[in-house]
């Protein structure tokens, strides 16, 4: 359940995600001997002991409350606090917000909105193990399912669908449809993968929707009103946004990810990034962004560290790579052990091996960096009358540069208007052929050489063409 005291965790890196996911599953069990069974079969003794006095604290802690509309998060903090134990009174504000997430590896995030009348699911948890203890928390809401939503079609947020419905029939189950399509055609094979994996703990097939939403599709459930957005594909072959706009409240699946290593298996970055900064410039009203894994928190702070990560990952794959789009065994040791480091509490969004899945990211990232060809723009400024020098020393680089394996096109020009001005236009077959250029011998020695004669530092622009 969301009381709050999560987004005070949000600045506290320090204690690391795994502390906080195992917190925050035992956070959601909603009586002590939940609470405890779940511990038993989940840590060790040691882990137990260290857990006991939280989990104490916790429990007190039980309720979740997200509805006065306008308020801060400091201010929902104190109201969640001063409503502690208050399940059974008659607050009847709604809705209220009880999260639910799985246990490492790869813990994934369900969350519950609870309306007057009933519950509406976003996401059925991985495994069936996992969806019985989603199950048993809302049963303790006690107030029928109406609705399930699916964010998108990645196997770890759809296996528990068939737990969840607990046997009732006639519940709508929403996705978009290319979610449905990916879903009934394991494009992919990503559910297979994960059947593997799991075996008897992951249904032989999962539940498909029955209710395709639109983009832009706006619904009313128990009162509450729903927008949805389908923002295409990125992390998964589709993705959708789910938000209640009286409350601020945004659902993005693993749009967002909370101090977790990312499945960026699909190799998809580009369109990631492009969708974090569609959500940061046209949710900018958000109050609590609600993640596929991680932690709920600051809309900001999540999107930016959601980038940040994606970002440093693309130029640490890049640093690695060969001009022919190649990743050595060693390149991609050290980009793991530099990812430990940078990100060393992190958890990972996947039931794999974490090495696997970086291998899997690594491989997808250097695939996709190695078909994106970059276009360079570079205009050199001559002090009054160099310009004829400047050529001189530029026409030279023509020849070894055309002749570099990774370029497509290479041209200079010279300005109409002032002769003192110069132009590369250059095309690369990707991001590391450009970075292979940069470093070359006959380049630095050019660029030294014109030093002396240029007005201003060069102004070089990169472009990555827009395909659609
Ligand atoms: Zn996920």
């Not at 790869?106 to 609870?114: A, D, R, T």
Request: glycine fraction near 6%; charge should be negative.
């Amino acid at each position: 359940m969301w009381d709050g005291s999560n987004d005070e965790d949000k600045n506290d890196h320090s204690r690391g995600a795994a502390g906080g996911m195992n917190i925050l599953s035992v956070k959601q069990h909603c009586s002590m001997q939940n609470v405890m069974a779940f511990i038993k079969s989940n840590f060790q003794r040691n882990q137990l002991i260290m857990l006991f006095p939280v989990v104490v604290a916790s429990t007190m802690l039980i309720t979740s409350l997200i509805n006065p509309v306008g308020q801060t998060l400091q201010q929902q903090f104190a109201f969640a606090q001063e409503n502690t134990n208050v399940l059974s009174s008659t607050n009847t504000t709604f809705p209220r917000i009880h999260n639910y997430t799985s246990s490492p590896p790869g813990p994934v995030n369900s969350w519950f909105i609870e309306g007057a009348n009933g519950i509406v699911i976003i996401d059925t948890q991985r495994t069936l193990s996992e969806a019985e203890n989603a199950l048993n928390m809302i049963k303790q809401i006690n107030k029928p399912i109406l609705g399930v939503i699916i964010t998108h079609p990645h196997p770890d947020h759809i296996g528990g669908t068939a737990v969840l419905l607990n046997g009732t029939s006639n519940i709508p189950i929403y996705s978009t449809q290319l979610t449905y399509d990916i879903m009934k055609n394991d494009t992919g094979g990503l559910i297979a993968l994960t059947k593997q994996l799991h075996g008897d703990d992951y249904p032989d097939q999962v539940v498909l929707p029955n209710r395709i939403l639109k983009s832009g599709e706006i619904i009313t459930i128990d009162g509450i009103t729903y927008d949805f957005d389908d923002i295409g594909p990125g992390e998964a072959g589709d993705m959708m946004l789910i938000y209640l706009p009286k409350q601020k409240l945004l659902f993005t699946g693993d749009v967002v990810n909370d101090r977790m290593h990312p499945a960026l298996i699909e190799g998809r970055s580009l369109d990631w990034i492009k969708q974090l900064e569609y959500i940061g410039q046209n949710y900018s009203d958000a109050r609590i962004l609600f993640p596929g894994h991680g932690q709920s928190g600051s809309p900001k702070a999540l999107l930016d560290q959601q980038l940040e990560y994606i970002n440093t990952f693309k130029s640490l794959v890049e640093q690695q790579m060969q001009v022919t789009g190649n990743i050595t065994e060693e390149g991609k040791t050290r980009i793991k052990s530099e990812l430990q480091r940078l990100y060393p509490n992190y958890l990972h969004v996947a039931s794999l091996p974490l090495s696997d899945m970086l291998d899997l990211n690594i491989d997808a990232i250097a695939k996709e960096i190695s078909r994106t060809p970059v276009k360079l723009i570079a205009i050199f400024n001559a002090k009054k009358d160099q310009g004829a020098k400047l050529e001189d020393i530029l026409v030279k680089l023509l020849a070894p540069t055309r002749n570099e394996e990774g370029n497509l096109g290479y041209v200079l020009y010279r300005s109409n208007d002032n002769s003192d001005e110069l132009m590369f236009d250059e095309l690369w077959i990707n991001q590391g052929a450009l970075d292979f250029h940069l470093k070359q011998p006959y380049l630095l020695t050019a660029l030294e050489q014109i030093k002396p004669i240029l007005n201003s530092s060069v102004q070089v622009r990169t472009f990555t063409e827009v395909l659609r």
